[in-house]
């Protein structure tokens, strides 16, 4: 991921943002939060349901903090971060399925700096899947949204399909790319794939163990499913701004760390066989450490000396602490791919 990600530094936070549209798409995204907070500031409780950790099921956690109205707890069992009580699934469906906001993400993603960005990022995950299967086969993205992961895996020579519930999104994978997307994943069928994969997907489900279960079940003889996972719990940048991280928002439900993502697949099946975290995350880290805003920077004085910056990145990219992560994983039973 490395390539997008230091073309995006280059330019700075700051312009990424504005290019991309996400402050218009974040700005709509407060409208969409507030909407869902009473006049005490706090969500309001029929909207809203207690759950329990979706990693390891212990109901046990404590306030960890206050974020836009909503509770983020931590697990005493796993190390996961959960809001909670969190959304119920009716205010969730119709989020991802009506809400302007929604659609306005779908803007963000074909913007040119975000094609970019994320283009690079699928390229590396390819590699590194060709590398193991030494070449391409068959895959399933699941979540596939406007479909441009589909796009840039089928000019590598990769036999794609993808599962994608909102409507919107699948009419313009059609359009702009020419794919035809499934609505749900029981219609794949009795198709098998060599690769199923999820771009933060898992952690904005109220039910993670059965929606990997389901991939589990579609994958062929030796296949894997491949997970970008965001708001690392074990990220440095999200252990030092907590709530002022973006990763932190209502629609992401749970923050695994790495073992408590183990954990989560080990439930529904699966045995991890790769892992490693992306994106350290430094500047933004430094521009909160400078008391400004770490997406709107206006000030610039050094924090810390560019050696120990450099020095930090490398720690937390090489010791798992990096803002999300990616996870390959098997059937725990089937054959090792
Ligand atoms: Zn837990």
Known sequence: MTGGYEAVRARGVAAFVHETGRDTYWRALAEQRASYVGPDGLARSELLEVVTCAACSSGDARAAFRKDGFSYVRCFGCGSIYISP????????????????????????????????????????????????????????VGCSLGVFLDV????????????PGATARARAEAKFGLSVHADLREVGERRFDVVTFWEVVEHVKRPVELLEAARAVLASGGVVLTLVGGNVHSLANRVMRAASAAFDFSRLWYFSPSSYATLLGRAGLAQVDFSSVLAEIDTTV???????????????????????????????EGDLGYKFLSVARDAEGPKP
């Open 86 to 141: 969190q959304l119920r699934d009716e205010q969730l469906d119709a989020y991802w399925a009506d809400s302007p906001v929604a659609a306005l993400w779908l803007d963000v993603l074909v913007a040119p700096a975000q094609l970019e960005f994320d283009r690079a990022k699928y390229h590396d995950a390819l590699e590194r899947l060709e590398r193991r299967r030494g070449g391409p086969g068959s895959l399933l993205d």
């Open 153 to 164: 895996a089928r000019a590598r020579g990769w036999e794609v399909a993808g599962v994608e």
């Open 287 to 317: 521009n909160f450490l400078r008391y400004d805003d770490p997406y709107d920077p206006v000030f610039s004085e050094p924090v810390l000396p560019p050696d120990l910056l450099s020095l930090l990145e490398r720690t937390v990219l």
